[in-house]
């Protein structure tokens, strides 16, 4: 199985592909946090990405999809599961081409729809686990205070462009870049839209229904 979440900033794309990570053994790739780590390791990508990043926009696409096909080739034999890539028109075909390259076929491209206001008030509250990666919201916290769900870590961050004003314009390259490629999966008939306001055990639910209904 190989699926592409695709969804605003704060739709829950992270969320839930970790969890379908975790039930179907899939790989996770998420450029999002491949080039956060290239950022903390200070290396020649991380310092290149790290402004633009941070301003809410996106790296060339040329970046992106160097590291995206190197960890493609690694980890293709188990299925994966994309979470933030493809990003662009350009990045959804060169995915096309290194799917049909390396013999992967695309499940389905699966779309979590959540309304502006409710993405706003998520990526303001956002707090997210220093050790996993798991995100916490004002309507999301962890079980218990300041410890992490998941891996039980107890550092916690906000991402710098979950900022007011870059949060603003990641919308904006959001909506211009990033939407049109709804129109694309669909025009080919590999897209499926779900709900993504209802909680998260909800929306899961959705996700493992249309998984179902794939087999
Ligand atoms: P994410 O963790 O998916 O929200 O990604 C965080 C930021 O990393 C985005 O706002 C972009 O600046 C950058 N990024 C991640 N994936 C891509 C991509 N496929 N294309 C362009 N920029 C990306």
Known sequence: MNLILLGPPGSGKGTQARLIRDRHGLVLIATGDILREEIQKETPVGREVKEIIEAGLYPSDDIVLKIFEQRLRQEKAQGVILDGVPRTLNQAEKVDTMFEQLGIKLTMAIQLAVDEEELIKRL???RICKSCGAAYTIDLPSRVEEVCDVCSGSDFLRRSDDAPEAVKTRFEVYNEQTKPLIDYYSRTNRLRSID???????????????LRSSQ
Not at 196 to 210: A, R
């Open 124 to 126: 303001s509250s956002r």
């Open 196 to 210: 993504g306001m209802k909680s998260v055990e909800k929306v899961n639910e959705q996700i493992e229904g249309l």
